[in-house]
């Protein structure tokens, strides 16, 4: 199959559209507007005309950088998509983060083999500590 990769953001009907087939709550469209606007960098999979996978990158732009959204619409995934993305998110940040910059994501439970082939470690808690987070309601 033939993919087309685009730095930029999909349409907000496209996005929360690809979020669901991924069983993804969706915030409202103003937060999820404003969220895709203040992306640092974007990469957007399309067969045909359809989007079939994303990643963005959010953070300072300097010092903190944040892999989120990684997304494979499920009727796509095993099909490379996944590691088009990372290879795109990966080249951004050899190119843009300077020595000492921290790359974190959080994975899925069980993906956690999909990103060490990319260099990132599990915090399991020994060296780095856990990772935490929080949600507004």
């Not at 953001?9 to 069983?23: G, M, S, W």
């Not at 300072?60 to 989120?68: C, E, H, S, T």
């Amino acid at each position: 199959m033939e993919y087309k990769v685009e730095y930029s953001a999909p349409a907000l009907d496209e996005f929360t559209n690809l979020r669901a087939q991924a069983k993804w709550q969706n915030p409202d469209d103003k937060t999820l507007k404003a969220s895709i606007e203040n992306s640092l960098f974007w990469v957007a999979v399309y067969h045909i005309d359809k989007l079939i996978g994303t990643g963005r990158i959010i953070g300072d732009g300097a010092m903190y950088f944040y892999i989120q959204d990684v997304i494979v619409a499920p009727s796509y995934q095993k099909q490379g998509i996944g590691h088009l993305v990372m290879t795109h998110i990966e080249d951004y940040l050899s190119n843009t983060c300077s020595n000492g910059a921290t790359i974190a994501l959080l994975s899925a439970r069980g993906k956690e083999s999909f990103y060490t082939q990319y260099g990132y470690v599990k915090r399991d808690g020994d060296v780095l500590g856990l990772g935490m987070c929080k949600f507004i309601k």
